[in-house]
């Protein structure tokens, strides 16, 4: 729970992920041989979370001072732990403290843009954000994205040494780089959301701890830049989307689709969490970003209390909006639903079907799987099931194939057709 406070203060201090990681364990390793002795009775001291702060910093500092790091850091730098360190020989180790301690949220923030750097491929980036700001292990982030153990260690240890030897600074954005970093760290959460919400592989067809993960870095950051709009959008798309989870799945694990959700399931804390994080980005932002406006079609859904009752052609001018704002072959298909769903499957079918031979979705199962939708509800079962049986070919999640493969078997043959 603290590790993401004691790694952004021992890298405020080192420069250093890597070591700053090492200290932090190193610190926790301490707690469990010290704490059973020195606290008998209860088993941990007053403030866990403050004696492993002392204790990092202390095992900071003294490398510090028997291996001379200073010597090799740039000149401000050298001067800023020299000065720290000379305060602490005048006025005691609590001036020390104090020091280490101010703008603990802005080290969390440095954290956060430090692990999501550009300089980093996208799966270092989600590996390290998971490793150091969610604290979790080497083998849940691989579980969690299924793939082995060792290729995510390799993905944390060359990200580690990529930003040490790019001289990464551990510092907030400037000004005129803060919207080109923010975007790169709301992409990791939100690639890390989306993996949790529709497993991509696998037999489940959710992952709720990463849902829950991304929610919890994407509020953090809420909370370290409140007047950044989109980060406020994308809180608010994620609380939203939680608010299903109960009703996405049956009891047998299989997938419930949205129009066929029990509504009453919907988690309304999350739902009036999200609208109220939607409404902040509204106000803080002439217009809303790609995320605000992801947010507000979700937020269509939440106010619609039966599937009946949604507004579809609101959601069509709003995926509209997002085509403009942020194009890409999957805005587009979804735009082609909501546009189905508005004014009748043929719109939406003539809008999908300029997106066949699009070279980023030739592998995505959903383009298929929409399509067969869409001829389905024109009376074009055959071409229906065909597309079904394709996107039940594409898919990898062991869930959505069964899913694809009912609703193929679900078409009716033609007359004179082979069933």
């Known amino acids: ?11 405020r201090l080192l420069r250093d992920v890597g070591l700053a990681e090492e200290m932090a364990q190193e610190a926790l390793v301490a707690a469990l041989e010290t704490w059973p002795v020195q606290f008998p009775d209860s088993g941990t001291p007053d403030n866990p979370a403050a004696w492993l702060m002392a204790t990092a910093k202390n095992r900071a500092l003294d490398h510090l001072r028997h291996r001379k790091l200073v ?7 050298t001067y800023e732990i020299e000065s720290l360190l000379e305060d602490a020989a005048q006025n005691g180790e609590q001036a020390l403290e104090r020091a280490l301690d101010e703008r603990i949220g802005d080290d969390v923030l440095r954290l956060v843009f430090i692990a999501c750097h550009p300089v980093l491929p996208t799966e270092g980036r989600v590996a390290l954000t998971l490793r ?14 299924l793939v082995p153990e060792p290729t995510v260690a390799q993905r944390i240890v060359r990200a580690k040494r990529t930003l040490l030897e790019a001289r990464v600074p551990f510092e907030v954005p400037a000004e005129h780089e803060l919207v080109q970093r923010l975007s790169s760290v709301l992409q990791v ?20 701890a990463l849902c829950d993960e991304a929610l919890r870095l994407g509020r953090i950051l809420a909370g370290l830049v409140p007047q950044e709009p989109e980060v406020h959008g994308l809180v608010a798309l994620m609380e939203i989307q939680s608010s299903r989870a109960r009703a996405r799945v049956a009891a047998d694990g299989s997938p419930v689709l949205l129009l066929d959700q029990d509504r009453a399931r919907w988690d309304q804390l999350l739902i009036r969490r999200g609208l109220a994080a939607l409404d902040r980005a509204g106000q803080l932002g002439k217009s809303l970003g790609p995320y605000g406006l992801q947010a507000a079609i979700a937020a269509c859904h939440a106010r619609a ?9 609101r959601i069509a001018a709003l995926y509209d909006g997002l085509a403009q704002l942020a194009p890409s072959p999957v805005v587009e298909l979804n735009r082609a639903v909501a546009l189905a769903m508005a004014f009748g499957p043929a719109a939406g079918l003539a809008v999908a079907d300029t997106l066949v ?26 071409e229906a099931r065909a597309e079904f049986m394709r996107a039940a ?11 694809l493969l009912s609703r193929a078997a679900a078409c009716p043959a033609l007359p004179g057709g082979e069933s």
């Open 71 to 77: 010597q090799d850091k740039e000149p401000q730098l």
């Open 132 to 145: 150091l700001l969610g604290g979790l292990t080497t083998e849940e982030i691989a579980r969690a994205f």
């Open 305 to 313: 209390r039966k599937a009946a009752d949604t507004d579809w052609q």
């Open 357 to 382: 031979d699009e070279p980023a979705l030739r592998n995505y199962h959903l383009l298929p799987s929409v399509r067969g939708d869409f001829l389905f509800k024109l009376g074009r079962p055959e």
């Open 189 to 208: 959460i939100y690639l890390i959301y989306n993996e949790g919400y529709s497993a991509s592989a696998g037999a489940d067809w959710m992952r709720p």
């Open 393 to 403: 070919d594409l898919t990898q999640n062991a869930r959505e194939r069964t899913l």
């Open 1 to 11: 729970m603290e590790s993401a406070r004691i790694i952004g203060a021992l890298a």
